[in-house]
């Protein structure tokens, strides 16, 4: 009999960020194994569904921008927020028999059934700095209970399931390394494939540098920017620099940069892309930068090699576990040295293509098909406990 899973869709109604690619992923991926039921739950409601971003709805920009004016005068906002979920929650959960609940989201809502979690990063305590200050303190108030009731504890990588066991003393066994996935949508294109999209936005398949992450201090694009700018001339009139991601927390200064340099005619400012459109923005792309200081997995880097992109990537974190030696390392703290890889790697075309072979190998090893059954294999363990 397949399994009632209960599914924590709500970072769903926010843009898609790596948390979002995730549960969309990883829920479609279950849903095509058979053996799992899934339930999904936006905040406040049920529906028998894998999880999937609600359509746009009419003056939907509007309220969101609203509630951003009015957000930071709302006191106790997130515990608040936080029982009328765990109200709505608990009620489904009894009413759909769930036989697990997976938070894809750190703290999960309610305890109804078995928990199994997934923590993607300890950011929030290595660099608490890149967070507003109210998720640090919720998370650091949160985190011990929730890790230490989850009868399971899923991690993206080695590098995150070293850091939870070292940091808050858990057995073992309870913590499982899930590598992520790549969608099939990101893969090698030819020009004819990416010049309606690139066209639109005045680009040249081949012909530009691509940085892609949300635009918050701990993604660092503000490296790329200075690695960028010490490109010889030649190199900058020939491979403009475009930047996608939508906008994260701290942003202002970032933004202020990247207007400046935008001016200069060198800088494409993206901002948020639609999901359709992003595989060929990476498709076309003459090399990849992802310079975050800190990254439990690290999807973009991926998701560039499976489209044929050489990738320079930091060697921090989760991302050497991730790359191997598909990627040139670059320190996120030495934009000088950056800035002479990445010149060589738009000036030699047998390094670029060497990288672009070694990384289509590397990145067909993650796939989403595998990061479920793994999952699966985790709830039946649970299951069988409980």
């Known amino acids: 009999m397949p399994l009632r899973v209960g599914f924590n869709a709500t970072p769903l109604?926010?843009?898609?960020?790596?948390?979002?690619?995730?549960?969309?992923?990883?829920?479609?991926?279950?849903?095509?194994?058979?053996?799992?039921?899934?339930?999904?739950f936006y905040g406040h409601r049920w529906r028998h569904e894998p999880p999937a971003p609600p359509p746009a709805t009419r003056g939907g920009d509007d309220s969101k921008?609203?509630?951003?004016?009015?957000?930071?005068?709302?006191?106790?906002?997130?515990?608040?927020?936080?029982a009328q979920q765990q109200f709505h929650f608990g009620r489904g959960s009894r009413r759909f028999g769930l036989e697990i609940y997976h938070e894809p989201n750190y703290v999960p809502i309610g305890?109804?059934?078995?928990?199994?979690?997934?923590?993607?990063?300890?950011?929030?305590?290595?660099?608490?700095?890149?967070?507003?200050?109210?998720?640090?303190?919720?998370?650091?108030?949160?985190?011990?209970?929730?890790?230490?009731?989850a009868a399971a504890i899923l991690v993206d990588s080695d590098f995150i399931r070293h850091e939870v066991l070292a940091t808050f003393g858990l057995d073992p066994a309870r913590v499982h390394t899930?590598?992520?996935?790549?969608?099939?949508?990101?893969r090698l294109r030819g020009r004819d494939e990416t010049r309606a999209v690139l066209s639109?936005?005045?680009?040249?398949?081949?012909?530009?540098?691509?940085?892609?992450?949300?635009?918050?201090?701990?993604?660092?694009?503000?490296?790329a920017l200075a690695a960028y700018a010490r490109l010889p001339e030649r190199l900058r009139r020939r491979y403009p620099l475009v930047v996608a991601g939508a906008r994260g927390w701290g942003a202002a200064d970032l933004e202020r940069e990247l207007h400046a340099l935008m001016a200069r005619?060198?800088?494409?400012?993206?901002?948020?892309?639609?999901?359709?459109?992003?595989?060929?923005?990476?498709?076309?792309?003459?090399?990849?930068?992802?310079?975050?200081?800190?990254?439990?997995f690290g999807l973009p880097p991926l998701e560039a090699m499976a489209s044929g992109v050489p990738v320079l990537v930091a060697d921090r974190g989760a991302l050497p576990e991730v790359t191997a030696d598909a990627a040139v390392r670059l320190d996120p703290e030495m934009p000088d040295d950056t800035s002479r890889k990445l010149g060589a790697v738009l000036d030699d075309a047998a390094m670029h293509a060497e990288l672009a072979r070694r990384g289509q190998?590397?990145?067909?090893?993650?796939?989403?098909?595998?990061?479920?059954?793994?999952?699966?294999?985790?709830?039946?363990?649970?299951?069988?406990?409980?």
């Not at 921008?65 to 936080?82: A, G, Q, S």
């Not at 639109?200 to 490296?223: C, F, M, S, W």
């Not at 494409?268 to 200081?293: K, M, N, T």
Request: charged share 20%.
């Open 200 to 223: 639109a936005l005045d680009l040249v398949h081949g012909q530009y540098v691509l940085a892609v992450g949300t635009i918050e201090p701990r993604k660092n694009i503000g490296h």
């Open 111 to 149: 305890y109804d059934v078995p928990v199994v979690i997934t923590v993607h990063d300890l950011s929030w305590l290595r660099y608490p700095e890149t967070h507003p200050a109210e998720r640090v303190r919720w998370l650091e108030r949160s985190m011990p209970s929730a890790l230490a009731r």
């Open 361 to 386: 190998r590397r990145a067909a090893l993650f796939t989403w098909d595998t990061c479920a059954r793994r999952t699966l294999g985790v709830y039946r363990a649970v299951e069988g406990a409980a």
């Open 13 to 40: 109604l926010s843009p898609l960020t790596g948390i979002g690619q995730y549960i969309v992923n990883l829920g479609r991926a279950l849903a095509a194994t058979g053996e799992v039921d899934l339930y999904s």
């Open 265 to 296: 005619g060198e800088v494409r400012f993206l901002g948020h892309v639609p999901d359709e459109d992003l595989p060929v923005i990476y498709a076309g792309a003459g090399a990849f930068v992802f310079a975050s200081i800190y990254e439990g």
């Open 65 to 82: 921008r609203l509630l951003h004016i009015v957000k930071p005068f709302i006191p106790f906002k997130r515990e608040v927020r936080h």
């Open 178 to 186: 899930v590598h992520l996935g790549v969608s099939s949508a990101f």
